[in-house]
């Protein structure tokens, strides 16, 4: 087959010393930020993308291979230890996981997280490896019409499903267009939003962006929160990071259950891999109920732990193949990685196929690469990756300050782009305190000038049409499955608030309810509330609590 001849090129590609040297590295700097509370893949990817740039293409993108499953491989570490997942993502498994370690399994709890994110992203990134040339074939069937249909569906549907609040998705969505939008207008040559300084004229870099409302942005909020914030127990990992042979058939089936919820949610704009995550742990829970396990909600479930691990990595592995396919990012990480392409003058989409093969299949490569690199890594060092938490956060936070000032400034040299992120940083943390989801504004940098550009050159064809929006069968396809969808979610939450109304009702009569994986209380995530929709991967920090539901 062509794909396979065609990835056997890429690994030859991959397999020198150098490149090798790039997807172990950017394997380490992934999982290393991963692991650190608060931060996880969509921060690792966004505090690495400036230190990139000095590479050529090809070792670039190996290298954010390992970052993207690194960052992945890392979150879930520091919430199986210390109940603060470093990502949204990781919830789920977070549930299970220290409840194991709790018990004195923390090393097994490890080694069924290591495994499961594994076997998710190879069968996930196999499908891709299979499947990406149908998804191109499909949008070089696409028109204008049906590119501005899809950036409104992912506008909408992940400004929807992200937040607790509707109203704040829009909102968010509206600061990133604004951000989008400052500089000279490319079709009429127009000056917009630059406050006539010359340096904005090329617009905001999407680094300066993406570094304020991820990583400054968390300082922030973090430095606001230091002495109020409860600090979680750590726990010990004493022995080695293996399963036995009954651990293995117990994990197994809920490794390949969780696959597969998490592999079509990778070509949904539905904010990351929360939803597979809690979908994949909902099924775990209501099969031990069956099943009559009593480890599962007390002493920790193995299968607790493995099914949200698979989802969360098959979601990350089918979202690469939507980016490079069509273009389109699924999840926060997926915008930054979308954002490095363009910084070296690449538009994912069927002509990345054609324009750059090479660079392509050399990166779905190097994901295999990266995967088998990190579950090596992350068995036999996970008890190394355990002594990270450890440090101070005052350092650690600090340490990253001095990062993204230094990586910004490195990249263009202009003090006018640290002003930006300071106000981008001030920006990000006014929205985690208010509890404003931070995905939309990063899809709505990326896609919006590509949304813009295609509704002009859409109308601009119809001579001002606009019925040509929705005269195609995939347009009304697209826009009918995104009315169904905001139906659901406006359910949902209007569902979600009655659940939570009825508990505290509860609370203040005195009656304790258990807990539902949908709605039950959830991990402190590293004294911040995640932002669900950042990676589903990038928290936003806003509050003492993690999200309420996995959506």
Do not use: C
Request: no cysteine; hydrophobic share 50%.
């Amino acid at each position: 087959m062509d794909q396979l001849s065609l990835l056997f090129e890429g690994f030859a590609a991959a397999l020198t010393p150098m490149n090798l040297l790039w997807v172990v590295l950017g394997a380490l700097l992934g999982t290393a930020v991963g692991v650190l509370p608060g931060l996880g893949s969509a921060m690792a990817v966004a505090l690495l993308l400036p230190i990139t740039f000095s590479l050529d293409p090809t070792a670039a993108f190996i290298m954010f291979a390992g970052v993207y499953f690194g960052g992945l491989f890392g979150d879930s570490t520091s919430g199986i230890l210390l109940n603060t997942p470093g990502n949204s993502s990781a919830i789920a498994a977070t549930f299970e996981g220290h409840r194991m370690a709790k018990d004195g399994r923390a090393a097994k709890a490890l080694a069924t997280a290591a495994i499961g994110a594994f076997v998710g992203g190879l069968i996930a990134t196999t499908l891709v490896v299979f499947f990406a040339p149908t998804l191109v074939k499909m949008a070089t069937a696409f028109g204008p019409a049906e590119y501005f249909a899809l950036a409104v569906f992912a506008f909408l549907a992940i400004s929807s499903v992200v937040s607790e609040s509707v109203v704040k998705g829009l909102a968010s969505l509206g600061i990133g267009l604004v951000l989008a939008m400052v500089g000279v207008d490319g079709p009429s040559g127009t000056v917009r939003y630059t406050l006539n300084i010359p340096q904005l004229f090329d617009g905001i870099s999407i680094v300066v962006i993406t570094v304020g409302l991820l990583a400054l942005g968390e300082v922030l909020h973090i430095a606001g929160r230091i002495h109020r914030d409860p600090v979680a127990q750590k726990i010990e990992t004493k022995g080695k990071v293996r399963l036995n042979g009954t651990d293995f058939r117990k994990a197994l089936p809920a490794w390949l259950r969780g696959t597969g919820f998490g592999v079509p949610f990778g070509i949904i704009p539905a904010g990351g891999s929360e939803v597979p995550t809690f979908l994949a742990y909902g099924t775990e829970k209501r099969l031990a109920k069956r099943r009559g396990d009593k480890e599962f909600g007390t002493t920790g479930s193995i299968r607790g732990v493995a099914a949200p691990e698979a989802a969360g990595n098959a979601t990350a592995g089918t979202a690469m193949g939507a980016l490079l396919a069509l273009g389109l990012p699924t999840s926060a990480t997926a915008a930054i990685m979308l954002a490095a392409f363009q910084q070296y003058g690449m538009q994912p989409g069927p002509l990345l196929f054609e324009r750059s093969g090479e660079l392509v299949w050399t990166l779905l490569a190097s994901l295999f690469i990266g995967l088998v690199v990190l579950v090596i890594m992350n068995v036999q060092f996970a008890v190394l990756w355990a002594k990270l938490l450890y440090i101070p956060r005052h350092y650690l936070y600090a340490g990253i300050t001095v990062l993204s000032v230094l990586g910004v400034y490195a990249i263009s040299s202009a003090t006018l782009d640290l002003w930006v992120l300071l106000l981008v940083g001030l920006l990000g943390f006014v929205m985690r305190r208010y509890q404003f989801p931070l995905a939309p504004v990063l899809i709505a940098v990326v896609l919006g000038p590509l949304a813009e550009t295609e509704l002009r050159r859409a109308l601009t064809v119809a001579e001002g049409d606009a019925s040509i929006l929705v005269s195609s069968p995939m347009t009304i396809i697209l826009y009918s499955v995104l009315a169904i969808a905001l139906v659901v979610s406006a359910v949902q939450h209007i569902r979600h608030r009655r659940e939570r109304r009825e508990e505290a009702l509860a609370a203040a009569n005195g009656v304790v309810r258990e807990p539902e994986p949908e709605t039950g209380v959830q991990p402190v995530m590293a004294g911040s509330r995640a932002d669900s929709g950042a990676d589903s991967n990038a928290s936003s920090g806003t509050g003492s609590s993690a999200p309420d539901d996995g959506r």
